[in-house]
């Protein structure tokens, strides 16, 4: 049937700041949503409170409310706006909660608003875990044995019934906040408890535990004819008991008989059919018994989930897309295959590769933290990456992580004591897959590895056959000793040039200079939906060992950007933003926009955004191979956070046009030393300061610049090992614990200046104009990282002498470092004395924020004054907005409940908020203020 005539104007409902469990892939399924109701001439209003995504952009939505999601906000929107129906389905756990409470409180009916995409009862279903229950017996599905609780007594009498061990499952939680296993009776009570806590109706399911089966994930779409299509099918390499979040996942499954599969699909279709008449995406997730392959439901979501970005990268089908085609009325034979442009989109996708999605966690950041993952996700972000087989995907995952892993192991970091690496594949942590190649590598016999890690024998034979690949390299001494087959084979199996030149001892220029003589060079192969059944249309691509390259470079100027990898704490989402926006910068001022990326919950990795996409690691052996095919006009790496500017000497010793700030002034920035003796040249102040070797020239500084001093490693992000410290003994400590985790780093000691203000300022220079983008105010002192601190644009609270002199030595900076784009520069002021902390020649965490804020599209600026085709006096810049508006930081602490919860100069939130205020009498800032008052008299 064709789409709903009746629907004119529909709200999308956005699932607000990033937290660990709900991360940008619903700022992906969001802006796809929107786009595609656009399409179809629906005007689409948008309420989220995140600035750091693209959804919120004027590109994306027609109207934009960056307001807090609670009804109130709904209904602000309401009375405002003439709105037919609200897809609640693209905003997570979140979005689909505040449309169940605004339901239960009437607004809908109220304002005659219709409910798209789902509907209220079938929620209801999935997340109330007694009534899903019911349904799945209901409909002749197995699930595990079972009782819900609502209090502490009603938890202790079905424990008594199930037996050890047993899983606790909160309802209506998200990242599965509050659940784990129970292996014990001691550990029972203060588990029931955490549960029933965490759990918004103080509800639990006590259900059994089902320890060691396999979990395999499908995405589906249903339409209002009841037609539903099977588009990806995810298997977990590690078994029941980790969060599918925290787990390493396959697609398309790799150990699944055909009969368990078929069983599969059609338990999946029969579940998604039996949640009412809603048309959709939605997730359903199985555990299957290894030995007899019986099947259970685990659980299912009726929306748009965090698989569903996964699984649009791994098929190319665009299922949030698609979702909200059909959420309006459309069936699935009605639309177009995306990717091929002339079939249906009622298909299957087949896939003639495979993807390996990996988990990044940031458990540095989170001191005294459980590494140990179970049923509650802990990860802050995602890679996927794309092989011709198995292994090749899952070393380039590896190479994607930004955790400086060359491989699978292979890069000296391999650990050597059988009982610590027994101990660790037990004892699941982030590092397991690294540990169990490690073991196969001792000698561990594949069974007792199998036993103790409950991971299927197929998974771990594969590794085993790296293993032996390396055994045989081993016996070679120089590159040129190794057979042409064998190295193409290393390739074919995902092995860098850096791994292969560790295990021989020689260096990785060798490597790479004997292959390309070989011609062991990549191909690239569409992503295409089909396994090459029908031509596609869309240029994405990832890299293989193969005879065939579909990758045919253009006559046009190209222009790379080099995105920011996968979310961590420091670098998220908001460098996405800007990578999107300067993509589309790139193409409107007449070049090719090449994006280059591996995070595959990002809108920047959406396969229409930039006129070319290859999924590959953001790692320089990968980048350089594209480089060669598609001889770009330059690169750009201001857009991408640290990740792209730590390549930025690569380019440069390679002759690469960096656009933009060079790679010399990027380095003068970072180099604490010479930028501190450009201040001292450009009459700035700034702290004193000193960079360390060793442990005795750091306490040698310490005691010349006087305690208390902050000290931190070069070259690194989000404040990462940065502490304040008060004396010799405090100091020694630290610098050692620096050397030992980053050997190769100079350690740097500033001066802390006690019960400083904090400030900053965001600004683009075009070599001959600097325009100040914004001046933010931190609420907290100095001491606290810039990311956690909430910032208040304008400043609020700062003299106009002060904001001058801000200004002032702005101007002197980006003319002195010759900037050209961006750049962000902290300041502390103490007794109205205003300091240079550090200069950052690069897009910043507040840049979406501002450009949000004062609504003016700064990206699109920024990036063609870097490509030069514009200068700043070309536009016509109108800040707008009355009042102030306030960054606020949001963290993750419920996920790692014995952390140290204080701040300081290490960066630990997650996500960021924003509120507008009309003026500094708000009870939202004085509730901040006061805060700040809290810190300085500490």
Not at 65 to 70: F, R, S
Not at 264 to 280: E, H, P, T, V, Y
Not at 306 to 319: D, E, N
């Amino acid at each position: 049937m064709p789409k709903d005539t009746s629907l004119k104007s529909v709200l999308i409902i956005g699932s607000g700041p990033i937290i660990i469990g709900q991360a940008c892939e619903f700022d992906y399924s969001g802006t796809q949503a929107s786009r595609s109701l656009r399409e179809e001439g629906i005007e689409v209003t948008l309420i989220n409170s995140n600035p750091a995504t693209i959804m919120t952009d004027p590109v994306t939505a027609d109207n934009i409310y960056l307001l807090p999601l609670t009804v109130e906000s709904l209904i602000q929107i309401l009375e405002e706006r003439q709105i037919d129906a609200v897809l609640p389905t693209m905003g997570g756990q979140t979005a689909l909660n505040l449309a169940i409470e605004a339901g239960k409180q009437g607004v809908w009916e109220k304002y005659n608003v219709k409910l798209i995409g789902v509907d209220l009862d079938a929620i209801e279903l999935a997340e109330n875990r007694e009534k899903f229950r019911k349904l799945m017996v209901d409909i002749g599905m197995d699930v595990a044995p079972s009782y819900i609780a609502n209090s502490f007594l009603e938890g202790k009498e079905a424990a008594q019934k199930i037996g050890f061990p047993l899983v606790i499952r909160p309802s209506y939680t998200l990242g599965g906040s509050g659940g784990g296993f129970v292996h014990t009776p001691e550990e029972f009570d203060d588990a029931l408890r955490r549960g029933l806590n965490a759990s918004p109706t103080h509800e639990v399911l006590v259900e059994k535990a089902v320890l060691g089966w396999k979990e395999f994930e499908l995405e589906l779409l249903r339409d209002s004819n009841d037609n539903v299509v099977i588009i990806c099918t995810v298997e977990n390499l590690d078994p029941m008991g980790i969060h599918t979040g925290d787990s390493i996942t396959v697609a398309p499954a790799m150990t699944l008989s055909d009969t368990a599969y078929q069983q599969m699909r059609d338990d999946a279709i029969k579940m998604m059919r039996s949640l009412g008449n809603f048309a959709g995406g939605c997730n359903v997730q199985f555990a299957q018994d290894p030995e007899t392959e019986k099947l259970i439901a685990i659980e299912i979501n009726p929306r748009v989930s965090r698989s569903s970005a996964l699984a649009s990268k791994a098929t190319g089908y665009p299922i949030a897309k698609i979702a909200a085609k059909l959420a309006i009325g459309y069936t699935l034979d009605e639309l177009k295959n995306q990717i091929t442009k002339t079939t249906s989109a009622y298909f299957e996708p087949t896939l003639d590769y495979v993807i390996v999605k990996m988990p990044r966690w940031n458990f540095a950041k989170f001191h005294g933290s459980d590494h140990r993952l179970g049923l509650q996700m802990k990860s802050v972000g995602e890679v996927m990456a794309i092989g011709r087989n198995f292994l090749e995907a899952l070393q380039k995952a590896c190479q994607s992580q930004e955790n400086n892993r060359t491989g699978l192991g292979a890069d000296k970091k391999e650990w050597i004591r059988t009982s610590d690496i027994l101990d660790r594949l037990e004892q699941v942590s982030d590092d397991r897959i690294y540990r169990l190649k490690d073991a196969l590598r001792l000698g561990v016999p594949e069974k007792t590895v199998q036993k103790l890690t409950l991971i299927d024998p197929w998974f771990i034979k594969q590794i085993k056959r790296l293993v032996k690949m390396e055994e045989r390299l081993m016996r070679y001494n120089v590159a040129e000793d190794i057979p042409k087959d064998f190295l193409r084979d290393l390739k074919e199996v995902g092995y860098s040039d850096a791994q292969i030149a560790w295990l021989l001892r020689i260096n990785e220029r060798e490597v790479t200079r004997y292959r390309k003589n070989l011609d062991i060079r990549r191909t690239y192969k569409l992503v295409d939906t089909c396994a090459a059944e029908f031509e596609a249309q869309t240029p994405y691509y990832y890299s293989t060992f193969d005879e065939e390259n579909e990758s045919v470079p253009s006559d046009k100027k190209k222009i790379i950007v080099l995105g920011s990898g996968p979310n961590r704490i420091g670098q998220g989402i908001e460098f996405d933003y800007c990578c999107v926006h300067g993509i589309l910068a790139i193409k409107e001022a007449g070049y090719e926009a090449i994006m280059i990326n591996c995070n595959p919950e990002t809108v920047s990795t959406d396969f229409d955004i930039a006129d070319k996409l290859y999924f590959e690691p953001v790692y320089w052996e990968h980048i350089k191979e594209i480089i060669e095919l598609e001889k770009p006009e330059g690169i750009i790496v201001q857009l991408g956070g640290q990740t792209a500017l730590k390549l930025a000497e690569q380019f440069h010793k390679n002759g690469i046009k960096i656009f933009g700030s060079s790679f010399k002034a990027m380095d003068l920035a970072e180099d604490r030393g010479a930028f501190s003796d450009l201040l001292k040249e450009l009459d700035i102040p700034y702290p004193e300061y000193g960079a360390a070797t060793d442990a005795d020239e750091a306490l040698e500084i310490a005691n010349r610049v006087t305690y208390p001093v902050l000290v931190r490693p070069s070259y690194v992000l989000g404040g990462q090992r940065m502490r304040i410290v008060i004396n010799d003994e405090e100091l020694e400590r630290h610098v050692l614990s620096i050397f030992k985790h980053l050997p190769d780093n100079k350690v740097l000691i500033d001066q802390f200046l006690e019960r400083a203000q904090e400030a900053e300022i965001d600004a683009i220079c075009d070599g001959e104009e600097v325009h100040i983008m914004g001046i933010m105010e931190h609420i907290e002192p100095a001491g606290i990282h810039s990311g956690d601190s909430s910032a208040v644009l304008p400043p609020y609270n700062l003299s106009d002498e002060v904001i001058e002199t801000m200004k002032e030595y702005t101007q002197k900076l980006a003319f002195a470092l010759k900037i050209k784009g961006l750049i962000n520069i902290q300041f502390a002021i103490k007794d109205d004395k205003v300091y240079v902390i550090e200069a950052n020649p690069r897009a910043s965490r507040t840049t979406p924020f501002i450009a949000k804020a004062y609504q003016v599209p700064y990206l699109k600026i920024a990036t063609q004054v870097m490509i030069g085709t514009h200068m700043l006096t070309d536009f016509d810049i109108e800040k707008k907005l009355d009042g102030y508006a306030i960054k606020v930081p949001v963290f993750s602490f419920d996920k790692f409940p014995n952390v140290d919860k204080n701040l300081g100069p290490e960066m630990k939130s997650t996500g960021e908020a924003i509120r507008f205020i009309k003026d500094t009498k708000d009870p939202f800032f004085r509730e901040l203020d006061r805060n700040r008052s809290m810190y300085l008299t500490r």
